[in-house]
């Protein structure tokens, strides 16, 4: 079993609708870190958590570290959203990163 | 602007060269990271160095090496490649051990073509 499981795997949404994809994790960890893929490769960095909630713009990422579940959630969604999103943890009292599958994200006009 | 730094976005090869991807970050980070990514498997660590000179083998370290000489820089090497390490590489740097912020920043990525 993957360490990090993400859901959905494929997400279509419709413009101005509000998104949430989940993140779960079965290790110890020091951060969670929620990343954006565009189609061409390149990852940013969105949030780094390692407890309670960080708001950027439409953007919300929450975790509870009782429950080891995180969400990312997007306000107001615009089709420029449209990415894939990924679920990454890093693992207690090292700098490994562990990362899950990712969730596609389409958001029609 | 922080970078890492991935010398080509695009490579194609042919089985059994031996074909070297090279990534070059400017935030003196310790740890360097190379990720190979497939669909539906996520990112896969190949090998990470936490020191120049130091590296440890990641999940998937068969048919791969690495060097890093010197501290800004971490190279992947593929010996003998072959078609099933037609895949997108991804470098990462992160600060060391002990850093308050242990945030990592990506390359853009390498997709290599084996044929």
């Known amino acids: 079993k993957n360490e990090v499981e993400q859901s959905p795997q494929n997400l279509t949404a419709q413009e101005g609708e509000f998104i949430t994809i989940n993140c779960s994790y079965s290790v110890g960890i020091s951060a969670l870190h929620w990343l954006q893929q565009h189609p061409g490769g390149g990852i940013v960095s969105l949030f780094m958590?390692?407890?309670g909630k960080k708001k950027h713009g439409r953007l919300i990422a929450t975790i509870n570290i009782q429950e080891k579940h995180s969400s990312l959630h997007i306000t107001a969604s615009h089709p420029r959203d449209s990415a894939v999103y990924i679920c990454?943890?890093?693992?207690?009292?090292?700098?490994?990163?562990?990362f899950g599958a990712g969730t596609r994200l389409t958001v029609k006009p | 602007d922080v970078k890492v730094t991935q010398s080509s976005r695009y490579l194609v090869k042919r089985t059994g060269e031996k074909v070297f991807l090279e990534c070059v970050q400017d935030m003196d980070h310790e740890n360097m990271f190379w990720y190979r990514q497939d669909p539906g498997l996520g990112l896969r660590l190949i090998y990470f160095s936490y020191d120049v000179k130091m590296k440890e083998k990641g999940d998937i370290p068969e048919g791969y090496s690495v060097s890093r000489e010197k501290k800004e820089r971490f190279s992947l090497i593929l010996e003998s490649a072959s078609t099933n390490q037609t895949s997108m590489y991804l470098c990462a740097s992160s600060p060391g051990t002990g850093a308050l912020n242990t945030e990592a920043f990506f390359g853009q990525g390498t997709r290599l073509t084996v044929v």
């Open positions: 990454a943890v890093t693992k207690y009292n090292n700098n490994d990163m562990r």
């Open positions: 958590l390692s407890s």
